[in-house]
């Protein structure tokens, strides 16, 4: 039988599981993960909150395993103000967004600095942005920033719409909501430079997302607002 192996994690969420255990969503580099961690109030439960960087070593084949370790892994990552709900958004965007059991290293390792970031007090627009670009593209759901549904060119004077199952598609009657050539192509390069580019970005990545994330509305961003 395969011995158990450690590897690094987060704590997505987590909730009371029976008398003394508890249900744990980890993130890891072979995707979110679901076990029972047991006498969560003893020393190893202290380590189950958000941005700790921890190794654990999961048992079990099924979709619910159970920890075997659980330990820190190096020094805890403390967000303050607005870098805690920035934090929470990300965590709940993994939760309600990435299948179970779906190794994303790269994504994981963009996680993981992202929060170094945060901690480092980094603007919190452009990271928050590339994250859920990220994601998007790990999904599967991204699409051209360079060409519009019809394989053209993205161009600056333009004007383009989402069409969340196709792309970018280029509109030429002027109305309230497009998005201009030069935001895209601004966001293709990150540049947030460009005037309006952060704006559209948030625009962008909040209709992307919003088909795949449904009609029930994320609490970290209802938190943020009651901030």
Same mark, same amino acid.
């Given at each position: 039988?395969?011995q158990?192996?450690? +590897?690094?994690?987060?704590?997505?969420?987590?909730? @009371?599981?029976?008398?003394?255990? @508890?249900?744990v969503?980890?993130?890891? #580099?072979?995707?979110? %993960?679901?076990?029972? %961690?047991?006498?969560?109030?003893?020393? !190893? =439960?202290?380590?189950?909150? #958000?941005?700790? #960087?921890?190794?654990?070593e *999961?048992?079990?084949?099924?979709?619910?395993?159970?920890?075997?370790?659980?330990? =820190?892994?190096?020094?805890?990552?403390?967000?303050?103000?607005?870098?805690?709900?920035s934090? &929470?958004?990300?965590?709940?965007?993994?939760?309600?967004?990435?299948?179970?059991?779906?190794?994303a290293?790269?994504?994981?390792?963009?996680?993981? +600095?992202?929060?170094? @970031? *945060?901690?480092?007090?980094?603007?919190?627009? #452009?990271?928050?942005?590339?994250?859920?670009?990220?994601l998007?593209?790990?999904?599967?759901?991204a699409?051209? %920033? +360079?060409?519009?549904?019809?394989?053209?060119?993205?161009?600056a004077? !333009?004007?383009?719409? &989402?069409?969340?199952?196709?792309?970018?598609?280029r509109?030429? &009657?002027?109305?309230?909501?497009?998005?201009? =050539?030069?935001?895209?192509?601004a966001?293709?390069?990150?540049?947030?430079?460009?005037p =309006? @580019? %952060?704006?559209?970005?948030?625009? *962008?990545?909040?209709?992307?997302?919003?088909?795949?994330?449904?009609?029930?509305?994320?609490?970290?961003?209802e938190?943020f607002?009651?901030?």
């Amino acid at each position: 039988m395969d011995q158990p192996v450690g +590897q690094p994690a987060y704590v997505l969420h987590s909730r @009371a599981y029976k008398e003394t255990s @508890a249900l744990v969503d980890f993130y890891t #580099p072979q995707g979110r %993960l679901r076990a029972v %961690l047991r006498r969560a109030r003893g020393k !190893g =439960g202290s380590l189950v909150r #958000p941005f700790v #960087p921890l190794e654990v070593e *999961l048992r079990g084949r099924g979709e619910l395993k159970t920890v075997g370790r659980l330990e =820190g892994a190096g020094t805890a990552l403390w967000l303050h103000g607005d870098a805690v709900f920035s934090g &929470l958004y990300l965590n709940e965007l993994l939760m309600r967004l990435l299948p179970a059991e779906a190794p994303a290293p790269e994504l994981f390792d963009h996680y993981a +600095q992202t929060l170094q @970031a *945060l901690v480092a007090g980094r603007a919190l627009e #452009p990271l928050l942005r590339a994250f859920e670009w990220r994601l998007l593209d790990e999904l599967g759901y991204a699409f051209s %920033l +360079q060409n519009d549904v019809n394989d053209q060119p993205i161009t600056a004077e !333009g004007r383009y719409r &989402l069409r969340v199952d196709a792309g970018l598609e280029r509109v030429e &009657l002027v109305h309230p909501g497009l998005f201009g =050539g030069a935001e895209l192509l601004a966001l293709a390069e990150a540049d947030w430079d460009v005037p =309006g @580019a %952060l704006l559209a970005a948030k625009r *962008l990545m909040r209709q992307a997302l919003a088909v795949h994330l449904g009609a029930r509305p994320l609490v970290s961003r209802e938190l943020f607002r009651k901030r």
